[in-house]
């Protein structure tokens, strides 16, 4: 992800099969772009494939507009990385039309936002760490359940303290990311305390993810080609993808 950069994120799956050079030409064009309910768009990419996995053209001459269900329309302007927009706020169960022209070919693709995330319940934000433990649930946290048919939830937690104060372990710790480089079904999840690795406010965000989309947040982001080959395809007119995202953040306090 990754999309956005959260996703970003949003972390590795499996090593890609070989790519199908056919399609990954350069001269075709590539949008990747990822809406996020409650802000503004910020992170829709437009270029063209140069050569090996991340060498990349922008294409920061084209005039891309963004279009929402009610008739509210946002040209996307380019800021040196990526097309944006100050003047529309992305809203959850929307649906947003993306329409651009490159060379004469008209390049659409369209996304419905997720349901918003809610909170439903956190047993304790203020945490006490044992350094002894081997590893004991600390913290439980519930959400909204959406469908899980069509929508799955992905994990992130940060340390917020710029200076990191280490949390002396006998055992591994910091292992959060481990457990949940995948997406996950269920509207809840326990925090253990050997999740965490330092000690400090730390914030916990869920992301609502459609399942068709999955393979854009669990793929490294690095290797361009081979998301393109892997991911979803929903753009007419170019390769790549077009989703969005809705989202909820919880702070904790490890001590």
Same mark, same amino acid.
């Given at each position: 992800?990754?999309?956005?950069?959260l996703?970003?994120?949003?972390?590795c799956?499996?090593?890609?099969?070989?790519y199908?050079? +056919?399609?990954?030409?350069? @001269?075709?064009?590539?949008?990747?772009?990822?809406?996020?309910?409650?802000?503004?768009?910020?992170?829709?990419?437009?270029?063209?494939l140069?050569?090996?996995?991340?060498t990349?053209e922008p294409?920061?001459?084209?005039?891309?507009?963004l279009?929402? *269900?009610?008739?509210?329309?946002?040209?996307?302007?380019?800021? +040196?990385?990526?097309y944006?927009?100050?003047s529309?706020?992305?809203?959850?169960?929307?649906?947003?039309?993306?329409?651009?022209?490159?060379?004469?070919e008209?390049?659409?693709?369209?996304?419905?936002?997720?349901?918003?995330?809610?909170?439903?319940?956190?047993?304790?934000?203020?945490? *006490?760490? *044992? @350094?002894?433990?081997e590893?004991?649930?600390?913290?439980?946290?519930?959400?909204?359940?959406? *469908?899980? @048919?069509?929508?799955?939830?992905?994990l992130?937690?940060?340390?917020?303290?710029?200076?990191?104060?280490?949390?002396?372990?006998?055992?591994?710790? +910091?292992?959060?990311?481990?457990?949940?480089?995948s997406?996950?079904l269920?509207?809840?999840?326990?925090l253990?305390?050997?999740?965490?690795?330092?000690?400090?406010?730390?914030?916990?965000?869920?992301?609502?993810?459609?399942?068709? =989309?999955?393979?854009?947040?669990?793929?490294?982001?690095?290797d361009?080609?081979?998301?393109?080959?892997s991911?979803?395809?929903?753009?007419?007119?170019?390769?790549?993808?077009?989703g +969005?995202?809705?989202s =909820?953040?919880v702070e904790?306090?490890?001590?």
């Amino acid at each position: 992800m990754r999309i956005s950069r959260l996703l970003i994120l949003l972390i590795c799956t499996s090593s890609c099969s070989k790519y199908d050079e +056919g399609v990954l030409r350069s @001269e075709n064009p590539v949008l990747m772009g990822i809406l996020y309910a409650g802000q503004q768009s910020s992170s829709i990419r437009f270029f063209k494939l140069t050569g090996g996995e991340t060498t990349t053209e922008p294409l920061s001459n084209v005039a891309l507009t963004l279009f929402d *269900d009610l008739g509210n329309e946002a040209p996307l302007q380019y800021n +040196g990385s990526t097309y944006v927009t100050n003047s529309m706020l992305i809203q959850p169960q929307r649906t947003y039309n993306l329409k651009a022209n490159y060379n004469g070919e008209n390049i659409a693709s369209s996304c419905t936002i997720p349901p918003a995330l809610i909170l439903v319940n956190i047993s304790q934000s203020n945490i *006490d760490i *044992d @350094e002894s433990s081997e590893g004991s649930p600390v913290t439980n946290i519930s959400w909204n359940e959406l *469908d899980n @048919e069509k929508y799955s939830y992905a994990l992130k937690l940060e340390n917020l303290e710029e200076v990191k104060t280490p949390i002396p372990f006998e055992v591994p710790s +910091g292992n959060f990311e481990r457990l949940y480089d995948s997406p996950v079904l269920n509207s809840a999840v326990t925090l253990f305390d050997t999740d965490f690795k330092y000690y400090g406010q730390h914030r916990l965000t869920v992301y609502a993810i459609e399942r068709s =989309l999955e393979n854009v947040y669990f793929y490294n982001s690095s290797d361009i080609r081979g998301l393109l080959q892997s991911g979803p395809d929903n753009i007419h007119g170019a390769q790549g993808y077009f989703g +969005g995202v809705s989202s =909820l953040s919880v702070e904790m306090l490890i001590q």
